[in-house]
């Protein structure tokens, strides 16, 4: 029998089944350093909660969607408590995998960025509370732009980052001009990649999937 899980902190979860005496939840989630924090509040949660104890499961991003995605389309979860991403979320709960939140009144919504809690949003209910939030954004070194008469507009656009990068490139020197995410996944490079397709208008597939990324 599918079970539906309550979303805590773009978090799922379900209650564990007791085990001599005391109940274990295990947790899967993702290896950052976000959550290797989180980890070391696990004796302050069991101190509070003397009955419960908590096994933790940190796996690599790519690896623990794909292990997630799979229990959750087969119905049943090894786990009991996993985070996932703002993608998931609206797709899940559309599946009726979540069940939405009901935050309590000092939980305030609206401290919630509107973009994010939009996306953790579906038909007015909140399927998820984020633990926390990424987005993609451009560092430079000022000192280098300076150097090459360089000057970024508030909102540059990528052919103002590749031309900047092209000017800045000097390898002899150690210096290269940019620097992306190279390493293969979702969340590792291919979110950065569907951005700078859809700021050139491009999209993956149509809706009759059709592949749209030609060049």
Known sequence: MRRRIAALGCWLAALALPALGATEIVVATVNNE?????????????????D?????????????????????ARGSSRYDVLT?????????ARRGWLRPIDPPPDYDLADLLPAIRAGL??????YAAPFYGESSMLYY???LAERAGIVFPERPSWRQVREAAER?????????GICLRGK?????????????????GGQWADLNWRPQLES
């Open 52 to 72: 419960v104890r908590v096994r933790w499961v940190t796996l690599e991003e790519a690896t623990l969607r794909q292990r997630v995605s799979t229990d959750m």
């Open 141 to 143: 070194r000022r000192d």
């Open 168 to 176: 800045l490139h000097d390898p002899a020197n150690g210096v290269y």
């Open 121 to 126: 949003t579906l038909d007015g209910r909140l």
């Open 34 to 50: 976000h959550m290797i924090e989180m980890q070391r509040l696990t004796p302050h949660f069991e101190r509070a909660n003397p």
């Open 184 to 200: 293969p996944g979702w969340g590792e490079n291919l979110a950065l990649v569907m951005t700078m397709a859809n700021a050139f």
């Open 84 to 92: 996932i991403g703002m993608y998931e979320t609206q797709i899940w």
